[in-house]
T-cell receptor, first 115, second 113 residues
């Protein structure tokens, strides 16, 4: 069974640039969620994708956008980067509609530094 | 909205000491409750869960009981090991279709030999 994989693991951008982060979900999972974890804080929900459509969104501006592909992999795009976007971005996969409520399987994250 | 409050950290204990990490929550409806653990250099892993009031989740010697009357889900372990050193996150899952997790701020646990 393949777990959740994310790329890149680390990257550095400058303010105003754009970034794309990628995630491959765990085998058999059809739902992908993205979380932002600032240093010393708990993860915060950005959005979730199911059947290639956004299926829920947290309190993040529209410059945070995403995609889900037919193979259930996903991308997180952030435009017009700000210093406060520096964080660990976590991807999590799950199986939509199971009675198992809310259990997510996380990747190791992509650490973004904005200078 | 939903929120989770964890005890302030970091926590430093000697091996074989008793561990309690407090967690309280605010939520509408009947959330499911979780403890996730983040070992150094690794992703978040589910440690244990409870889906209804009075349920006790347990795993690897850790336990937590879903207390609706006190809106709490405290994590306990009778005898910690050096290998338990990690960051522990309390979280809840609401009843919406997205079932997103709301996390606490995390508690850093260091166990000394």
């Amino acid at each position: 069974e393949t777990g959740v994989t994310q790329s890149p693991t680390h990257l550095i951008k400058t303010r105003g640039q754009q970034v794309t982060l990628r995630c491959s979900s765990q085998s058999g999972h059809n739902t992908v969620s993205w979380y932002q974890q600032a240093l010393g804080q708990g993860p915060q929900f950005i959005f979730q994708y199911y059947r290639e459509e956004e299926n829920g969104r947290g309190n993040f501006p529209p410059r945070f956008s995403g995609l889900q592909f037919p193979n259930y992999s996903s991308e997180l795009n952030v435009n017009a980067l700000e210093l406060d976007d520096s964080a660990l971005y976590l991807c999590a996969s799950s199986l939509y509609g199971t009675p198992n409520t809310g259990e997510l399987f996380f990747g190791e994250g992509s650490r973004l530094t904005v200078l | 909205g939903n929120s989770v409050t964890q005890m302030e950290g970091p926590v430093t204990l000697s091996e074989e000491a008793f561990l309690t990490i407090n967690c309280t929550y605010t939520a509408t409806g009947y959330p499911s409750l979780f403890w996730y653990v983040q070992y150094p250099g690794e992703g978040l892993q589910l440690l244990l869960k409870a889906t209804k009031a009075d349920d006790k989740g347990s795993n690897k010697g850790f336990e937590a009981t879903y207390r609706k009357e006190t809106t709490s889900f405290h994590l306990e372990k009778g005898s910690v090991q050096v290998s338990d050193s990690a960051v522990y996150f309390c979280a809840l899952s609401g009843s919406g279709s997205a079932r997103q997790l709301t996390f606490g701020s995390g508690t850093q646990l260091t166990v000394l030999p």
